[in-house]
Structure formats: structure tokens, C-alpha cells
């Protein structure tokens, strides 16, 4: 499901401006502090939607990268006081720590600014579902067995982020939408696709082990809603490569968006509504 489905979302308006109203959003792995985060993508998003609930399900900071080099421009700044402006207004901001920014695990059960550091939460959608919501670094078995080895495929990911920059600053040039070139190559390489399978088992058979009904996680950068046994998976993706959330609309039903695909669809539709004006 994504962002062009038949699902209708409220409207809000604020400062002039319409916005998209759901009830629970979660987004995780925006990476700030790296080359590779879609910020201005990100802002876009803050700025078009709205919601009472707001999940960041890990790795918002890349702790990680900012231990190598300090990378921290204006656009990240931005996204930071736009999310603090959401909880001083009455947004429910839940931050749930993931590897790349564990160093906040330590705060877990404080708030700061209106923003609440929880190791996992169990959300109660409107129609009464219960979600376990974690990062899902938890079950990544090189995480667990050779931490050296995932800084290594750290080092290796942010080489492909750097080639898919430059791939997309072409594409836009030529006035083409943002494309997911390390996202491509995730879905065409099979032991990456056979990972990510073998990940979202683990952490679904988890989520019935605590006898929940769904689960919720990042990660793994791979936006995701699928159905194992009695238990339904949701990973709301990242802001590297897929720049995707996971939203809960008022009736609570679940979708994927994918922010992209929306402001290529806004971009398409500006020139035919001129033409109607």
C-alpha cells in the first residue's frame, strides 16, 4: 500500500496550508548527522502532515558517523526543532533509541521537551490492535554476534548512499523524481533480499511470543506491511534511501507512505492545475 491508495486521509489547515491528519505516524533511520539523509525530503513531509501520535522508532541520530566527522547542516537542525515544536503543541512524541543512536538508550523512561525515550512501547491502535513498537536492531543477528562486522557494512552502505547522492543530483538535472538506487539493489541481490526475509520472521515470531497482534520496527531500511500467521509486520522504512513512514488513519487502518511517489504527484499535478486557473 503507499500513498496513492484509495485511502482518504483528514485534512487539516494550518498557517494557510492543508495538511494531511492521522492519527499515529512512526518514522526511524533518518540518519542525521550524514550525507545520506534526505532532510529537505523529511522537512517536506513534517511540514504537509500531522498527528496526534508520533513515533521515532530509532537511528534519528547517527551517532556512529558523527564520531568519525561532525556533518550537521542547517536542514538538520530543522528537522530536530520541527519535531520539538510537534511536542510542545501537543503531539504525543514517543523516541525509542535504535544502534546508530543508542547512546540515548541510557535516558530510556525520561522526557526531555515533551518528548518521551522508551526501549519499546505497546501501541493500542483506534480499533483495539495491540503493537509491539521497537528499532529491531534486537534481532539482527551481525549486530548480535559481530558488531565489527556491522560497522564494516556501515562503512560499505554509506560508499553506495554517496554513489546514490550523486545518481540522484543527475537525475534531477534532467527534472526527474528522487529513485532509490541502493533500494533497487537490495531487491535485486539475493542474500539481501533473503536477510531481510529472515528478519522479519524473527521479529514477527517475537511479536507473537508476547502475545501482541503486530509489530513495528525500523531497522532495515525496507518499508514493509506483511502478514505472518496471526501476527501483521509493519516497518515504516527510513530517510536514507526509501524515505517512507507507517501512518494510522483515524479508522485504524494501516498504511505505508511513500514520500517520493507524493511529491512526484504533487509535482506532476501543479502544472494541469495551472492550466485549469
Same mark, same amino acid.
Given at each position: 500500500?503507499?500513498?496513492?491508495?484509495? +485511502?482518504?486521509?483528514?485534512?487539516?489547515? %494550518?498557517?494557510?496550508?492543508?495538511? +494531511?491528519?492521522?492519527?499515529?505516524?512512526?518514522?526511524?533511520?533518518?540518519?542525521?548527522?550524514? $550525507?545520506?539523509?534526505?532532510?529537505?525530503?523529511?522537512? !517536506?513531509?513534517?511540514?504537509?502532515? !500531522?498527528? !496526534?501520535? =508520533?513515533?521515532?522508532?530509532?537511528?534519528?541520530? *547517527?551517532?556512529?558517523?558523527?564520531? %568519525?566527522?561532525?556533518? /550537521?547542516?542547517?536542514?538538520?537542525?530543522?528537522?530536530?526543532?520541527?519535531?520539538? $515544536?510537534?511536542?510542545?503543541?501537543? &503531539?504525543?512524541?514517543?523516541?525509542?533509541?535504535?544502534?546508530?543512536?543508542?547512546?540515548?538508550?541510557?535516558? &530510556?523512561?525520561?522526557? #526531555?521537551?515533551?518528548?518521551?525515550?522508551?526501549?519499546?512501547?505497546?501501541? &493500542?491502535?483506534?480499533?483495539?490492535?495491540?503493537?509491539?513498537?521497537? @528499532?529491531?536492531?534486537?534481532?539482527?543477528?551481525?549486530? +548480535?554476534? @559481530?558488531? /565489527?562486522?556491522? #560497522?564494516?557494512?556501515?562503512?560499505?552502505?554509506?560508499?553506495?548512499?554517496?554513489?546514490?547522492?550523486?545518481?540522484?543530483?543527475?537525475?534531477?538535472?534532467?527534472?526527474?523524481?528522487? /529513485?532509490?538506487?541502493? $533500494?533497487?539493489? $537490495?531487491?535485486?541481490?539475493?542474500?539481501?533480499?533473503?536477510?531481510?526475509?529472515?528478519?522479519?520472521?524473527?521479529?514477527?515470531?517475537?511479536?507473537?511470543?508476547?502475545?501482541?497482534?503486530?509489530?513495528?520496527?525500523?531497522?532495515? @531500511?525496507?518499508?514493509?506491511?506483511?502478514?505472518?500467521?496471526?501476527?501483521?509486520?509493519?516497518?515504516?522504512? !527510513?530517510?536514507?534511501?526509501?524515505?517512507?513512514?507507517?501512518?494510522?488513519?483515524? *479508522?485504524? &487502518?494501516?498504511?505505508? =507512505?511513500?514520500?517520493?511517489?507524493?511529491?512526484?504527484?504533487?509535482?506532476?499535478?501543479?502544472?494541469? =492545475?495551472?492550466?485549469?486557473?
Amino acid at each position: 500500500m503507499n500513498a496513492l491508495s484509495s +485511502l482518504v486521509p483528514e485534512r487539516s489547515v %494550518k498557517n494557510g496550508r492543508s495538511r +494531511l491528519h492521522y492519527r499515529t505516524i512512526w518514522i526511524s533511520d533518518i540518519h542525521l548527522g550524514t $550525507k545520506g539523509c534526505n532532510a529537505e525530503m523529511l522537512i !517536506d513531509f513534517l511540514d504537509s502532515v !500531522d498527528s !496526534d501520535i =508520533l513515533y521515532l522508532v530509532g537511528d534519528i541520530v *547517527d551517532g556512529w558517523q558523527l564520531k %568519525k566527522r561532525l556533518y /550537521w547542516p542547517t536542514a538538520h537542525n530543522d528537522v530536530v526543532w520541527r519535531i520539538m $515544536k510537534r511536542a510542545r503543541r501537543g &503531539t504525543r512524541v514517543i523516541y525509542i533509541p535504535g544502534n546508530h543512536d543508542e547512546m540515548f538508550r541510557q535516558f &530510556t523512561g525520561m522526557s #526531555f521537551g515533551g518528548v518521551e525515550i522508551r526501549r519499546k512501547k505497546i501501541h &493500542t491502535t483506534v480499533d483495539g490492535r495491540k503493537l509491539l513498537v521497537l @528499532h529491531g536492531d534486537e534481532f539482527d543477528a551481525i549486530m +548480535l554476534a @559481530h558488531r /565489527w562486522l556491522a #560497522f564494516v557494512g556501515d562503512a560499505a552502505y554509506t560508499a553506495l548512499m554517496a554513489v546514490n547522492r550523486r545518481f540522484n543530483q543527475v537525475r534531477r538535472l534532467f527534472g526527474l523524481p528522487y /529513485w532509490s538506487l541502493s $533500494k533497487m539493489a $537490495k531487491h535485486k541481490v539475493k542474500n539481501a533480499v533473503a536477510f531481510i526475509s529472515q528478519f522479519e520472521e524473527i521479529v514477527a515470531h517475537e511479536a507473537e511470543r508476547r502475545h501482541v497482534d503486530g509489530v513495528v520496527c525500523g531497522h532495515i @531500511h525496507t518499508a514493509e506491511i506483511r502478514q505472518f500467521g496471526s501476527v501483521t509486520y509493519y516497518n515504516d522504512g !527510513d530517510w536514507v534511501e526509501g524515505c517512507t513512514a507507517l501512518v494510522e488513519h483515524h *479508522d485504524g &487502518t494501516m498504511e505505508v =507512505l511513500h514520500w517520493a511517489d507524493v511529491m512526484a504527484a504533487r509535482h506532476n499535478a501543479a502544472p494541469a =492545475l495551472e492550466l485549469a486557473a
